[in-house]
């Protein structure tokens, strides 16, 4: 499975792709390491939106369950997201990034805990 992680590198923005590793095998199916989550909210958002300048107010996953949403970088790559994509921002610092909702959509937004006992966030 991967997913599209925003970051920040001194102060820019910019997109990378990641991997989530298999680690635990069920009769279910493959699992990752479990990842410890503070807050899960659901987000519902309109078409034609546009967000000028912004930061990650936390680090949190957005799973986008329907719509689209565009978002450019300080660096100025952009990436629309779509339903079944995965999105990591973590930039919290610097310029930021812009986004713009293209469609109506809905995504579950996972805050990460700050204080993971792997060291992961």
Same mark, same amino acid.
């Given at each position: 499975?991967? !997913?599209?992680? @925003?970051?920040?590198?001194?102060?820019?923005?910019?997109? &990378?792709? =990641?991997?989530? +590793?298999? &680690?635990?095998?069920?009769? /279910?199916?493959? !699992?990752?390491?479990?990842? =410890?989550?503070?807050?899960?909210?659901?987000?519902?958002?309109?078409?034609?939106?546009?967000?000028?300048?912004?930061?990650?107010?936390?680090?949190?996953?957005?799973?986008? /369950?329907?719509?689209?949403?565009?978002?450019?970088?300080?660096?100025?790559? =952009?990436?629309?997201?779509?339903?079944?994509?995965? @999105? /990591? +921002?973590?930039? @919290?610092?610097?310029?930021?990034?812009?986004?713009?909702? @293209?469609?109506?959509?809905?995504?579950?937004?996972?805050?990460?805990?700050?204080?993971?006992?792997?060291?992961?966030?």
């Amino acid at each position: 499975m991967e !997913y599209i992680e @925003l970051l920040s590198v001194d102060g820019v923005s910019t997109f &990378k792709k =990641q991997k989530i +590793a298999s &680690k635990i095998h069920e009769p /279910l199916g493959d !699992y990752s390491e479990p990842f =410890q989550v503070r807050q899960l909210f659901f987000r519902e958002f309109d078409e034609h939106r546009v967000f000028d300048w912004h930061c990650a107010p936390r680090a949190q996953f957005i799973f986008y /369950l329907a719509g689209e949403v565009k978002i450019t970088t300080s660096s100025g790559e =952009q990436h629309t997201f779509r339903a079944g994509d995965i @999105l /990591l +921002a973590k930039d @919290l610092c610097g310029k930021g990034h812009v986004s713009e909702t @293209l469609t109506p959509g809905r995504a579950v937004i996972a805050v990460l805990d700050h204080n993971p006992a792997d060291g992961r966030q």
